[in-house]
Structures are given as structure tokens and as C-alpha cells.
């Protein structure tokens, strides 16, 4: 989270807009500086953090000491300060909560307003081995529901957390397995190329150079936030079809892998926020048909994200690590 949140203070160094439906373009050295909120936040969430600068015209400046208050429905829930940037959160919220936040350092203040989604149920997980030329990868369709899609477009998130667990010594005594270490890697890849929803709208470079009519003209942007609309769902009901490259350690005993798949329903600012920021990491500046990217907010007196989202996760494990007492045989 705290990573994501320095991702998004560096956005506004260059680019800011006053709201969705207003924009601003670049900041002007004579303007009023403004306060950034960047807060994307889960609801039940034991890590939440509202990190706080002010706008400038090619660098933000961190915001200490600051007042942060979180309302939720109304009444006030928790003041924070802090003696850097970025302010714990530690209130908890629930699907339709309402939670307003309002931040001020003395002379500057800002505001914004955001509704807890409802959390999508994950119904089933399946896989099937797959092959891409010479690598082998695996295939997971995840089933998930939102009954509230029903009634309106709906918006998410996918995040993938890979938990490799390698072997790093093991010792047996008489047969018998007396110590073992490990140690763990994390990777968050996936490939969403096979699934319609998570590349949507993707333009694919072509790299036929020789051929003009084959070069697209539009630069391609990636899905770096796994971002995805309630559009293609049937009936409340979705299958995402992601691709996890295999990992060499599943032909070894004992090495064994945790795969934690996150969906988290997001507000539509958040879902608009995120599009634009990955429009921003592929921005070039001179380029035909790339002009700057306006990145959108719902802060009021100032700028940036304020929003919260509701988590459904599953965990696949493969593999089986060593245990104490195990035997070689």
C-alpha cells in the first residue's frame, strides 16, 4: 500500500485535476498551492494509511504534522497526526459505509467524500495447464459474484500474490527430518491477455515496423492495476481467466507455493483514478496522439484520491512443505 501511495504522490508532481468532472491540466507556478490526498484504503484493512503533500509545479512537498480526520456516516470516528507524510488509519468500515475524510495542516485544507462497495463472493477456482511456446503455465478461472451489478455498473480490482516457498537446507537423522529453512519469495505477476474483461480496451503495438498499416499509432497501455467493469458480467456472475507462469519449484519436495488472489470492489473514482494513472506511466511527452493525460480526483478544496474498497480473497496452495518428523522415504 505504502509503495502504491508514493506511485500516486509522484503522479500529481506533474498532472492535477480539481474533480472527475473538472480539469485543470498542469500546475501553474503562480497558482495556490494545494493539499493532495492519496488514500486507497480497505475496508476491514489492518494497513491503511492517507499520505499528504502539496501541489507544485515539478515536485510535490510532504505534508507533516497534519490534522486527519475519518467521519463514517456522519460521525467522527478517528483524528490522526504524524510526524511524516503518511497517517495510519486505524478505524475499520463495512460495505455501505459512508466516509467522509477532511484534512488540513494549518493552511490548507481538503476534503473528499467516499461509499464502501459491496464485497463480490468468489464462488469456485479452477486451473488448467496451458502452454505459450516453450513455457508451461497454469491457468486459473475464478468465478466471482456480485448480486449488486445487477442494478448498476460495478467496478474492481485484481491483485495477485505469489508465496514461493524454497527449501534451503534440510537434515535428517535416522530417516527422520530433524531441521529445515526456507526462505520465501514474493511475486505479483499474472497475464491477463486471455480475459476479455482485464484487457479491455488494450491496443497492442505492433512490431512490424515494415508495414505501416500494421502500426498502431495509439501507444499501448497495460492493465498495470488489474482494473475491470461489472460489463461483461451474466447474470451478477464473472470467470477471470488469468495465466500464472509455472514455477520450477513445484518439481521439487518440499518447495510449495501459496497463491493469494485478491478482488477488491472499488468506487468509480478510484476505478477512474487508477485508468488514468496508467495512462500516465506510459505517457511521452512529443508523441503523436499522446497528450498529456488529466488525472482525475474527488477531493474538494484540493486534490488527489480518497477512497475505500471491499476485499474478497482466496488462497490456492500447491506443493507441501517439509515438516519436522517427516520421513525421507
Excluded at 463514517?72 to 486505524?90: M, P, V, W
Aim: hydrophobic residues 35%; charged residues 25%.
Amino acid at each position: 500500500m505504502k509503495h502504491l501511495l508514493h506511485i500516486l504522490a509522484f503522479t500529481f508532481a506533474a498532472f492535477v485535476a480539481a474533480s472527475c468532472e473538472y480539469e485543470i491540466g498542469e500546475v501553474d507556478e503562480s497558482s495556490k498551492h494545494q493539499l493532495i490526498i492519496n488514500a486507497l484504503m480497505t475496508a476491514q484493512g489492518q494497513d491503511n494509511y492517507v499520505e499528504l503533500h502539496l501541489t507544485g509545479t515539478t515536485k510535490t512537498t510532504l505534508v507533516r504534522n497534519a490534522q486527519v480526520k475519518i467521519f463514517i456516516n456522519g460521525s467522527l470516528a478517528e483524528e490522526a497526526t504524524s510526524d511524516t507524510c503518511i497517517y495510519k488509519i486505524k478505524s475499520l468500515f463495512a460495505s455501505g459505509d459512508k466516509v467522509r475524510i477532511e484534512a488540513s495542516d494549518g493552511q490548507h485544507s481538503a476534503s473528499a467524500e467516499t461509499t464502501v462497495p459491496e464485497t463480490v463472493t468468489v464462488v469456485s477456482v479452477d486451473s488448467a495447464d496451458v502452454r505459450f511456446g516453450n513455457e508451461n503455465y497454469t491457468r486459473y478461472f475464478i468465478k466471482i459474484k456480485d448480486p449488486s451489478s445487477l442494478k448498476e455498473t460495478k467496478y474492481y480490482r485484481l491483485s495477485v500474490v505469489r508465496e514461493q516457498h524454497k527449501v534451503n537446507g534440510a537434515y535428517y537423522h535416522d530417516n527422520e527430518l530433524y531441521y529445515v529453512s526456507y526462505s520465501t519469495d514474493i511475486d505479483n505477476k499474472y497475464s491477463y491477455y486471455s480475459d476479455i474483461a482485464l484487457s479491455e480496451g488494450m491496443s497492442k503495438k505492433s512490431k512490424d515496423y515494415e508495414n505501416m498499416d500494421a502500426i498502431e499509432l495509439v501507444e499501448e497501455v497495460k492493465n498495470v492495476f488489474g482494473l475491470f467493469r461489472s460489463s461483461y458480467f451474466s447474470n451478477g456472475e464473472y470467470t477471470l481467466n488469468i495465466d500464472l507462469k509455472e514455477w520450477w519449484g513445484h518439481d521439487v519436495k518440499g518447495d510449495a507455493e501459496d497463491i493469494h488472489f485478491k478482488i477488491r470492489s472499488i468506487p468509480e473514482s478510484e476505478y477512474y483514478y487508477l485508468q488514468a494513472v496508467s495512462v500516465f506511466q506510459n505517457y511521452e511527452e512529443g508523441v503523436m496522439l499522446t497528450p498529456a493525460p488529466i488525472v482525475p480526483s474527488n477531493v474538494k478544496g484540493g486534490t488527489g484520491i480518497f477512497s475505500v474498497s471491499a476485499m474478497a480473497e482466496t488462497t490456492i496452495s500447491r506443493g507441501k512443505k517439509l515438516e519436522i518428523g517427516d520421513k525421507i522415504w
